[in-house]
């Protein structure tokens, strides 16, 4: 798969694209399938809620083989590739889950401020990519943009250890705002296996399921992962698997 002239461009303005129904519902129905396998391990590298419940899964390329096969995907490789400009590795890989009623905030951040600070990773040459595998809708905890955030650089962060169990590094609510307020919010939302990229630095937030909203329509879950180029150092409520490249 390789981007247009008219995707780069947009890309470079807005920090991201959206792609629905980039795998088929097929592919998608194994995915939800390895999530919910992957959910149910007694592993250090499954992240719970205070209640019990999975929040989100890392390095599930390293022992789920439907996992192991979407991290390698020419569908999500190759325009990675195309953006940075050449050769990529996997920093991150997760599956996180947004469980309906029990799943918890997941705050305002970004993400390469995160591994800048406890990762040491010494530049924002990384990018995110997700996969749908529910459906996301308005009502089941969309994922949150700030467009054009890429543009403005890395904020000040503070670390909170202890709004959920997963430790983050969040942005303030006046820089939320000024963002919001310069380039808007948006919500992309789409079907099951649906992709989006995204850079790094970029503002986003995962919004809570709430209790409403999950009686009145499924969860949703997500894979991403996150890759970074050669030369820098899913979820219920909705569930996306997500690598870092």
Not at 18 to 35: C, G, M, T, W
Not at 78 to 83: D, G, T, W
Not at 209 to 214: I, L, Q
Request: contains cysteine; glycine residues 6%.
């Amino acid at each position: 798969m390789k981007l247009t002239p008219e995707e780069m461009e947009r890309f470079d303005e807005q920090g991201y694209l959206f792609f629905p129904s980039r795998f088929s519902a097929e592919e998608a129905a194994v995915l939800r399938a390895a999530a919910d396998e992957v959910y149910a391990l007694d592993r250090d590298e499954v992240w719970r809620e205070s209640s019990g419940v999975a929040r989100t899964a890392f390095a599930a390329h390293t022992y789920n083989e439907a996992f192991r096969r979407l991290g390698r995907h020419p569908r999500l490789v190759e325009p990675v590739m195309q953006l940075v400009g050449g050769p990529v590795y996997m920093h991150q890989y997760k599956v996180n889950a947004k469980a309906a009623f029990d799943g918890e905030v997941w705050q305002w951040h970004q993400d390469f401020g995160t591994w800048h600070r406890d990762d040491e990773m010494p530049e924002p040459r990384a990018m995110n990519i997700a996969v749908f595998l529910d459906e996301v809708t308005a009502a089941n905890g969309p994922l949150l943009f700030l467009p054009g955030s890429h543009r403005q650089g890395v904020f000040e962060a503070g670390h909170d250890l202890e709004t959920t169990s997963y430790p983050l590094w969040t942005l303030d609510r006046a820089t939320v705002t000024r963002l919001a307020e310069r380039g808007g919010c948006v919500a992309p939302t789409g079907p099951r296996a649906a992709s989006s990229c995204s850079p790094r630095p970029w503002c986003t937030r995962a919004r809570r399921t709430s209790a409403r909203s999950a009686a009145a329509s499924s969860t949703s879950r997500c894979a991403t992962s996150t890759t970074t180029s050669a030369g820098s150092s899913a979820r219920r409520g909705s569930r996306t698997a997500t690598s870092r490249r």
